[in-house]
């Protein structure tokens, strides 16, 4: 029996998010240059993506681009803006069509102007679509998110127009660019690495976290069925005790 075939479709994860990491190192392994692996993982992007809204996951998240990733060589930066442009400008009529938002969360100001304007462009035809959200993480840093809501938050207690008595977790999260979904139940990881580097800190604080070896260009669907087969099996207790325990 395959993964899919074992998953309760009544018992699915509203939010799945990933780390697509490896499509440099599968590159590598290809005898072929970074670059030629970050087209590749595009195509997984889509793949994933489709199969997320066949199976009815209702908010996908996308760790495409962190904030640490400007530190590289720039040819490769250079070549990633330019693919993210030409992706969201080929990508836009087909989210349409099967009924996918697409948003962004992250430091989007320092995207170049071109990459920037066709993701908002994007972001504001697909707006009204309701069948999944698809969020990708572009200059992200969860530090730097949880930085800016602090910030805001210290803004309103500092005009009046907050008490800090008021402060609470749930204020912190309203105040996040994720306010807009619900927290990930999974979080998969590709490519072996069993780390979060500095992703999504705050909403991941109960996910199940899935690792696989695969690299990112050839994590499938079955990988991914899989990943939410081993989620079902496990029991969630958020810190309280399971039922045989009390």
Not at 143 to 171: D, F, H, P, Y
Not at 172 to 189: F, G, H
Request: charge should be positive; include cysteine; glycine fraction near 4%.
């Amino acid at each position: 029996m395959s993964y899919k075939e074992q998953i309760d479709l009544q018992r699915l994860p509203a939010h799945i998010a990933i780390i697509m990491d490896g499509n440099g190192r599968w590159a590598k392994k290809q005898g072929k240059n970074r670059i030629f692996g970050h087209h590749k993982g595009v195509e997984t992007v889509r793949k994933i993506t489709d199969a997320g809204a066949q199976l009815g996951v209702k908010y996908l998240t996308l760790y495409a681009f962190s904030t640490e990733n400007w530190g590289r060589p720039s040819f490769e930066v250079n070549a990633l803006m330019e693919l993210l442009v030409h992706t969201i400008r080929k990508e836009t009529k087909q989210l349409n069509k099967n009924n996918i938002c697409l948003k962004a969360i992250g430091n989007l100001e320092m995207l170049p102007p071109k990459c920037l304007r066709e993701l908002k462009d994007a972001m504001e035809l697909t707006k009204n679509n309701n069948r999944m959200t698809l969020t990708l993480a572009l200059s992200y840093s969860a530090r730097w998110e949880i930085t800016e809501a602090v910030k805001q938050i210290c803004q309103k207690v500092s005009s009046g127009q907050l008490n800090i008595a008021e402060v609470n977790e749930q204020l912190v999260a309203q105040n996040l660019s994720t306010a807009y979904m619900p927290d990930p139940e999974l979080l998969i990881r590709t490519s072996g690495e069993q780390r979060i580097s500095n992703y999504l800190l705050w909403q991941i604080a109960y996910s199940e976290l899935f690792f696989t070896e695969k690299f990112w260009p050839e994590f499938d669907e079955e990988e991914f069925y899989k990943a939410i087969c081993i989620f079902q099996q496990r029991e969630r207790r958020f810190g309280k005790l399971n039922t045989t325990e009390q």
